[in-house]
């Protein structure tokens, strides 16, 4: 099996490379490096490409014949998109567009996207299944179920197999150390707990203390990249058998607040973690949590990294001596 990974380089991407290498699997790695690394994958896998440059995006598939394609390639920052939201669309859109046509022209007729929570916008339930409305309150989540919308067109015109999986708040690291988050410009939650608990960067500003739940901080799913990187794996096996569009919620269905996730992480740093309260970031709903039932029950996953220790865990012994 050969499979093409768009942003193959980047935090999510990379934890899939390792998962695939590690299984045999021959992968090609097509990332722009934007924000990626090219230290997280092996050289000899790596094409610099880009999908809004169609000559790169040609190179990349001369590496083929591709059996699947994954796709982690995308803006994802929720403030930036509001502040950029063209740039959201042209990278997020057509860069998926592009590739959709590149696979058509190559004969590639499998994909597993990376969809997001944020295309379901302020929840109207406690858990947020599939059938959840889909009303996405930033570009970047707008972004996102455009592109769900025409993988689910191309598979009733072109009969493109395709699984998007919904990530609610992705974390954690590879527990060998190797590979982590690390973005140029960090905005994400567990990151920042544990910079601010070594001290790197500045103390960790709070986004509000008054929104509607039990400790006034809001409240996410955290699951753990490999558990994501199994998903996909799994999604793989389920375009075998079945034909057509699939959409999968993934998520630990359980919530943590910003207040435990400090707690939590001070407990395993060992460590108090500066912090103050700021004004509520723009975009931020209250409360995210997964269903993800369906993921269980019809893909058969089933996440290793089910406390928020284990995650941040794995998440610190990566911030304690990131390698790029
Ligand atoms: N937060 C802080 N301080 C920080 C960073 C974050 O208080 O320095 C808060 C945020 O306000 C939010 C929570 O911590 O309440 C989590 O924030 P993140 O930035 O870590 O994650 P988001 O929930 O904003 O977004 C993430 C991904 C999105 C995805 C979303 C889906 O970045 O791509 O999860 O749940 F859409």
């Not at 390639?73 to 669309?89: D, F, M």
């Not at 700021?278 to 995210?288: Q, S």
Request: aromatic share 8%; with cysteine.
């Amino acid at each position: 099996m050969k499979i093409l990974v768009c942003g193959g380089a980047g935090y999510i991407g990379s934890h899939m490379v390792k998962w695939l290498n590690a299984r045999g699997v021959d992968v090609c790695v097509l990332d722009n490096l934007s924000t990626g690394h090219a230290a997280a994958v092996g050289a000899r896998q790596l094409v610099v490409a880009d999908l809004l440059d169609p000559g790169s995006l040609e190179a990349a598939f001369a590496r083929g014949p591709f059996d699947a394609v994954m796709h982690f390639c995308a803006r994802s920052l929720v403030g930036e998109s509001i502040r950029e939201p063209l740039g959201y669309y042209e990278n997020n859109v057509v860069g998926t567009l592009n590739l959709l046509q590149a696979m058509q022209r190559h004969g590639v007729g499998r994909i597993v996207f990376s969809s997001t929570a944020a295309i379901f916008g302020e929840p109207i339930a406690a858990r947020i299944d599939e059938s959840h409305p889909k009303a996405p309150i930033n570009p970047y989540g707008a972004s996102k179920l455009m592109v769900e919308r025409m993988l689910a067109d191309a598979a009733g015109a072109y009969g493109l197999r395709s699984v998007s999986l919904r990530y609610f708040n992705a974390a954690g690291a590879s527990p060998e150390g190797d590979i982590g988050e690390a973005h140029a410009c960090e905005t994400h939650l567990i990151p920042n707990v544990l910079r601010a608990a070594l001290g790197v960067g500045d103390a960790l500003s709070v986004f509000g203390d008054d929104w509607d739940t039990e400790d006034g901080t809001c409240v996410r799913d955290y699951i753990h990249v490999d558990d994501l990187a199994q998903a996909h794996w799994r999604a793989l096996a389920h375009m075998d058998a079945q034909p057509g569009a699939h959409v999968f919620n993934l998520g630990n269905g359980q919530g943590f607040s910003v207040r435990q996730v400090i707690e939590a992480a001070e407990r395993i740093a060992g460590r108090t973690v500066p912090h103050s309260i700021a004004p509520r970031r723009a975009g931020d709903p209250a409360t995210l949590v997964a269903s993800s039932a369906r993921a269980r029950d019809v893909l058969g996953w089933s996440p290793v990294y089910t406390s928020l220790e284990s995650i941040i865990e794995t998440a610190w012994r990566w911030h304690r001596a990131p390698r790029f």
